[in-house]
């Protein structure tokens, strides 16, 4: 029996799901996933990845079977797979989601875009996120943004299933070369898990939203924690704008809840937008988005440096905090995600692209497209937005002023007093005696100096940025990857890229 192929990818539910939709109208459907090895073997991805999708998986196999479906979960390289199910029974055609992922995936999908045009067979992809593909300039980015997210979401569809194999054995992840414990802290996978997240976030937390996200102490319930339903699809995007504006309309005026609402859905923009910056550069995983910064970083790599930051211990409190919460919960809020990328770019001086990747690794909601514009934007080498260097005592002073983060993820620190706990290092032997505290066995020293690191850090990206060959390519850069404020076809000049620049959004 001829039957089409729906390929699960980062997509991870039935509802608002728009390759099974359009699969069922015309044949049978068998729905596919593929735990790719090459994929798992990569330097981003870690066992909480794994552990995640597996939650996601038995999660969408038991939605499938109350509608009568199942899932195919087969391991091996996507093209192999396909040609042993096109051994197996031919089938018609192809249906899946585009994804903006990392390089991998994208050579991955070359690969079975080839091996489609070889049988003669075609592969219907859909947008599941407002990413355009071959977008030529931002201009109208927006506008197709709004209406994406506007249109209905598509219910599950009544399908005719292709029956089964036997059930599945799922591989251990030490077989994929995943060796690192699962994260004890972290977050569930599933459907049903987001549903009850999103839930909880909009009639109940997101009050907190505008004023909490900050801070390391409140972010953890005034964020949504949407971030990795998102990314292992699911959730969809655009249910997610419905149901927040759904709730922002209902809500009356003078709600506290409203504010942070509509914050968060200029949030939901901005995360398609960095998507969009890797669909239209994928090279931004390994390459300056600004090729004048090339040379900048890249030779003065210290190992020294980067094996104290991933091991949470820079000595700076905060710096070492929120990486000993990264290694249990694989989650940490955004402003402290740019903190950790800002000590490792400016005073420890590490390229961005080995941090990034190791910081992959620990987030559990990592999305590429968004990790690789962020990572690049922290770093100061977009060359369109403003040098963003976070101080780690003043970020600690103004988000946890009495400590109480810093000394629950540094149970070491939890007698130093509130005046010596961001800079330990400078008290007397005798206080540090009396604290139980031994600067250098039990919190490393600072690497460095912190404000002569920083200093001399920003003097040398500020000489590149002055340089006129940089400021130069400023406008094509703009012009490909910039925000618009409003739509338009009027092409930026160079004196005026400044003002395209992601300025409405304050990180």
Known sequence: MSYNLVWFKRDLRVHDHAPLLYASRNAPVLCLFIIEPSLWAADDVATHHYQFLRDSLLDLELALRKRGGGLRIEVGEAVAVLQRLWQEAPFLALYSHQET?????????????????????????????????????????????????????????????????????????????????????????????????????????????????????????????????????????????????????????????RAGLTAFVSRLYWHCHFMQKLESEPELEFTNLHRGYDGLREADWNPVHFQALSAGQTGWPLVDACVAMLQQTGWLNFRMRAMLVSVASY????????????????????????????????????????????????????????????????????RVPNEWLFEPWRMSVKLQQQC??????????????????????????????????????????????GSRKQPTRRRPTQAAACDWVQTQLDF
Request: charged share 20%.
């Open 347 to 414: 005073p420890l001086w590490l390229h961005w692209q080995p941090v990034g990747t190791w910081l992959a690794r620990q987030f559990l909601d990592y999305e590429p497209g968004i990790h690789w514009s962020q990572m690049q934007m922290q770093a100061g080498t977009t060359g369109i937005n403003t040098t963003r260097v976070y101080n780690p005592i003043k970020q600690a002073r103004d988000h946890d002023p009495h400590g109480h983060f810093v000394r629950h993820w540094l149970p070491a620190l939890r």
């Open 436 to 481: 139980g505290l031994r600067i250098g066995v039990d919190i490393a020293e600072p690497l460095v100096d912190l404000e002569s690191a920083t200093r001399q850090a920003k003097t040398r990206v500020y000489q590149v940025r002055g340089r006129a060959d940089v400021k130069a390519a400023k406008a094509a850069i703009v012009e490909k990857h």
């Open 101 to 257: 992922g990392n390089w991998l995936s994208f050579q991955r999908d070359l690969a079975v875009q080839g091996w489609c045009r070889e049988h003669g067979l075609l592969w219907h992809e859909f947008a599941q996120f407002g990413v355009v593909r071959r977008l030529q300039n931002r201009d109208l980015w927006k506008a197709h943004w709004e209406a994406l997210m506007a249109e209905p979401c598509l219910e599950p569809p009544v399908c005719d299933w292709i029956a089964l194999p036997e059930p599945f054995t799922w591989p251990e992840p030490n077989s994929l070369g995943l060796l690192q414990p699962d994260l004890p802290l972290r977050q569930l996978g599933g459907r049903r898990q987001g549903i009850e997240t999103l839930r909880d976030f909009l009639f109940e937390r997101c009050g907190a939203y505008r004023g909490g996200i900050s801070s390391p102490l409140s972010a953890p319930t005034a964020c949504s924690r949407l971030s990795a339903y998102l990314a292992f699809g699911c959730l969809s995007l655009r249910e997610v704008v419905q149901a927040t504006r759904r709730q922002l309309a209902a809500l009356p005026r003078g709600d506290a809840r």
